[in-house]
């Protein structure tokens, strides 16, 4: 029988029985988002930092997850690594948590990490006691330099931020994942169940997800499908698949064959 | 009077404090994942009700929102 504890993800000082990790945004309202994170079985949800609304109050996506989730923030929309370290101490004195998701983002149009101002934020944040995920590109030397500087993991992207076109190149990521210790977390670019599945075959220690499950036509159905492509890649990557061939290799026996 | 900016947006407000320009500024001091920083630098909830509010500071308000 299986034990998720067996093969828990453990990332700093924590451990989790899920290796999805789920956004918070773009669902069609909270109930919905609700029921999808709670489909998908991840334990670690994402939210942003941002300027109240001076209009008006109301309560805030903490009021609904409090509790129940380990709250992720992020530094998503951040342009320099000035801002990415305001932002997480931000975070740190809204939510009392040392654990920030690093994104310093290059331009509007790919979204693309930008590693100069992503390798200085994350110094920062280290030297600051902050837990630090950084979402990166799939370049293994800016992963082996983020967990030289001390991140509690690497979280490449497999392609941009909410394109869906899934991980692009799985070849990266193989030595992403063979050149570090720490956990290796795809994040951006899931556009449904295979390429996550994918991402975990790789070898991957998790999957981060937002837009595949809250855009789609049915996000609670998605979050279904993710948690189980997540376990199911992972199933797949520790039980080691068989090697690819040019040439067939009958499964059935080939002695006693009738006409022979 | 202090002239501002909040979030963004200079303003011209007669407050003392923090917690004085939140409550001004309509948030409740005493909600729940509430952050500010004056000037880059987060100001501990703890220190609203006695950090001065000067001319020119660049003040920000923040709090938790959807992210992915």
Redesign the interface.
């Known amino acids: 029988m299986y034990n998720p504890l067996e093969d828990a993800l453990t990332i700093a000082d924590k451990t989790f029985t899920s290796r999805l990790l789920i956004g918070s945004a773009q669902y069609p309202n909270n109930q919905v988002m609700l029921d999808s994170i709670g489909a998908s079985g991840a334990q670690i949800v994402t939210v942003a930092i941002r300027r109240v609304d001076l209009a008006g109050g109301g309560e805030t996506v903490l009021d609904l997850l409090e509790g129940d989730y380990h709250i992720l923030p992020n530094t998503a929309g951040c342009f320099t690594a000035k801002d990415a370290v305001l932002t997480a101490e931000l975070a740190r004195e809204a939510l009392e948590t040392n654990w920030i998701k690093l994104e310093v983002i290059g331009d509007r149009e790919t979204l693309y990490p930008d590693a100069e101002h992503l390798l200085n934020a994350a110094a920062e944040m280290v030297r600051r006691g902050f837990i630090v995920l950084p979402y990166c590109t799939d370049d293994p030397i800016t992963c082996r330099k983020l967990a030289d500087l001390g991140c509690a993991a690497v979280m490449p992207l497999g392609s941009p931020i909410g394109s869906g076109m899934g991980i692009l190149n799985p070849y990266n990521i193989e030595i992403i994942r063979a050149e570090n210790a720490i956990p290796v977390i795809i994040d951006a670019g899931i556009g449904t169940a295979s390429d996550a599945a994918l991402a975990m075959e790789l070898g991957c220690d998790g999957v981060l997800l937002a837009s595949a499950v809250s855009r789609a036509h049915d996000p609670v159905r998605m979050a279904t499908a993710m948690r189980h492509a997540v376990e199911g890649g992972r199933h797949a990557y520790r039980a080691g698949r068989i090697p690819r061939k040019r040439h067939a290799q009958a499964s059935s026996p080939q002695k006693g064959v009738i006409g022979t | 009077m202090s002239s501002i900016r909040?979030?963004?947006?200079p303003k011209s407000l007669d407050v003392a404090t923090v917690d004085d320009l939140l409550r001004a500024?309509?948030?409740?001091p005493t909600?729940?994942?509430?952050?500010?920083?004056v000037n880059?630098v987060?100001i501990?909830?703890g220190r609203w009700d006695s950090e001065r509010v000067k001319d020119g500071d660049d003040i920000?308000?923040?709090?938790?929102?959807?992210?992915?």
């Open positions: 909040v979030n963004g947006e500024e309509a948030v409740d909600a729940r994942f509430v952050a500010v920083a880059g987060v501990p909830r920000e308000i923040v709090r938790p929102a959807p992210g992915g």
